[in-house]
């Protein structure tokens, strides 16, 4: 598979005693695909509500040509914030794969459950890849100890009343 770039060709043409040269210069642009995926192949992520949580994605240049601007995004929900380190890559040679860390930070009031995060990435002349991840939202587990104390505390109450009440 050729690389993209510029290859000069020479062409003679003769007829008798009659010769030409001619200089063609084909002008190859290569193919522009891109893949992503995690290192592990999980799509899935744990959060706590409000506190961020770290992955890693890949990012690889498939194609023929040197994918430049590559860009990320993500489809969360809303009050979610999302970030890429790096936020791009200036250029990414073909075959070449780089890691790219993703903070994923759940809104502080999100509700326990599972949610789905897309992660876009975007390079040039359509190149493009999505990611589709789990988060698993849960509660930070102080929640649970105010529960456990609670539940103690209108135990004790009612102990209590029981007691007084006879």
Do not use: C, H
Not at 130 to 136: C, G, L, N, P, W
């Amino acid at each position: 598979e050729a690389m993209a770039g510029n290859y000069p060709i020479l062409v003679w043409v003769s007829s008798g005693d009659k010769k030409a040269e001619v200089k063609l210069t084909v002008v190859l642009t290569g193919i522009y695909k891109l893949d992503a995926g995690t290192p592990t192949g999980l799509l899935s992520l744990e959060a706590l509500t409000g506190k961020p949580a770290i992955m890693s994605l890949f990012v690889k240049n498939t194609g023929s040509a040197i994918n430049r601007n590559v860009t990320f995004s993500s489809f969360k929900p809303e009050n979610w914030k999302v970030d890429f380190k790096p936020e791009k890559i200036d250029a990414l040679e073909p075959g070449v794969m780089k890691q790219v860390e993703v903070t994923v930070t759940p809104f502080a009031q999100a509700l326990v459950g599972d949610y789905s995060v897309g992660l876009s990435v975007d390079g040039e002349k359509g190149s493009n890849k999505t990611v589709e991840m789990r988060v698993s939202v849960k509660a930070s587990a102080t929640w649970g100890w105010i529960g456990i104390v609670i539940i103690v505390v209108v135990i004790g109450g009612l102990g209590g009343l029981f007691l007084w009440l006879g």
